[in-house]
């Protein structure tokens, strides 16, 4: 993925770089929490990452991350492949059907905020 693609490019090239995981499915954003990779817990983005990181050998990736467990959505039969999912290898076949995880509109913005402070807090440590 494009992210993981990111991470790899500033560990390459002694970049620091901080990433958002998983906010969709989320409602509380009292639940984030920032944390090197290797010790998030619950967010299942954060799973992926650290596999594919690992088989990288990147060692360390800050992380804003929640503890909140997603909010499975409910099924809805109206939905169809052309608007509610996305189908694997960009086929437009339902074989295997994945529905995109829906976000709150206040739950993103929360996430890029923490970001924010912890790159303002980093630069200061480093003034």
Same mark, same amino acid.
């Given at each position: 993925?494009?992210?993981? &693609? =990111?991470?790899?490019?500033?560990?390459? @090239?002694? $970049?620091?770089?901080?990433?958002?995981?998983?906010?969709?499915? /989320?409602?509380? %954003?009292?639940?984030?929490?920032?944390?090197?990779?290797?010790?998030? /817990?619950?967010?299942? =983005?954060?799973?992926?990452?650290?596999?594919? =990181?690992?088989?990288?050998? $990147? @060692?360390?990736? @800050?992380?804003?991350?929640?503890?909140?467990?997603?909010?499975?959505?409910?099924?809805?039969?109206?939905?169809?492949? /052309?608007?509610?999912?996305?189908?694997?290898?960009?086929? /437009?076949?339902? &074989?295997?059907?994945?529905?995109?995880?829906?976000?709150?509109?206040?739950? %993103?913005?929360?996430?890029?905020?923490?970001?924010?402070?912890?790159?303002?807090?980093? =630069?200061? @440590?480093?003034?």
């Amino acid at each position: 993925s494009a992210k993981i &693609a =990111l991470v790899e490019y500033c560990n390459e @090239k002694g $970049i620091k770089i901080i990433c958002s995981m998983g906010t969709g499915n /989320k409602f509380d %954003p009292t639940q984030f929490k920032v944390a090197d990779i290797y010790d998030t /817990k619950v967010c299942p =983005l954060a799973k992926v990452m650290r596999h594919e =990181l690992r088989k990288r050998e $990147i @060692k360390s990736l @800050k992380v804003v991350y929640s503890e909140e467990m997603p909010t499975k959505p409910k099924q809805d039969d109206v939905v169809t492949c /052309k608007t509610g999912c996305v189908c694997t290898g960009g086929t /437009k076949k339902c &074989a295997i059907k994945r529905q995109i995880p829906g976000s709150i509109s206040f739950v %993103p913005p929360v996430a890029g905020m923490i970001i924010g402070g912890e790159v303002i807090k980093d =630069l200061l @440590k480093e003034s």
